[in-house]
């Protein structure tokens, strides 16, 4: 089992109690917010999918990604240049969650789990997927029942996370 991980996410030591049930499938933490860094106020909505918050079977991870790789040096993909190329977008960063018929690059499967408490990602003007901190940001917008902002010292377990930041 292996958990992805990024700098500049803070990582709940809770989200680390998971145990996937099954070594086919991917599994993501939902239990997340984005923090509108260097902003006071962070947003969650149901079903935050984020590559950052994924565990899984390392040989599956494995597998996916060689034939991932594979594929993007045989469709010579890797000779465009571009921050975000328009093929990695259609293709979708969190294995599982995009299916074939819908443009994504496999049919595996993914379920969702949510920590104890929440990870706290931090959406800066330097990370590499588009930051998504409003609703005007989404290309197709999260369910807005559902969308919730927060100042950070009101993230659950987090309490004191500004002061990490001093």
Same mark, same amino acid.
């Given at each position: 089992m ?8 803070l ?23 984005r ?6 106020r ?14 899984c ?10 034939t ?21 977008r ?11 018929k819908?443009?994504g690059?496999s ?10 408490y ?5 959406r ?6 588009? @930051?998504? !901190?409003? *609703? %005007? ?5 999260? +369910?807005?029942?559902?969308? @919730?902002? !927060?100042k *950070? %010292? ?5 309490? +004191? ?6």
């Amino acid at each position: 089992m292996v958990f992805f991980s990024e700098h500049d996410v803070l990582y709940h030591p809770s989200h680390f109690d998971f145990t996937p049930d099954r070594n086919d499938t991917f599994y993501y933490n939902t239990n997340d917010w984005r923090w509108d860094y260097p902003h006071d106020r962070a947003i969650t909505y149901d079903n935050l999918t984020s590559l950052s918050m994924l565990c899984c079977n390392r040989a599956l991870a494995l597998k996916h990604y060689r034939t991932r790789l594979d594929t993007i040096i045989m469709k010579k993909l890797d000779e465009h240049e571009g921050r975000e190329p328009d093929w990695a977008r259609r293709w979708g960063y969190e294995p599982g969650t995009k299916r074939t018929k819908r443009g994504g690059f496999s049919n595996d499967k993914s379920e969702y789990w949510k920590s104890k408490y929440p990870n706290i990602d931090i959406r800066h003007s330097k990370t590499f997927s588009r @930051r998504k !901190v409003h *609703l %005007d940001d989404f290309k197709h917008a999260p +369910n807005e029942e559902t969308w @919730r902002e !927060v100042k *950070l %010292d009101e993230i659950l377990g987090w309490q +004191n996370v500004k002061e990490l930041f001093k």
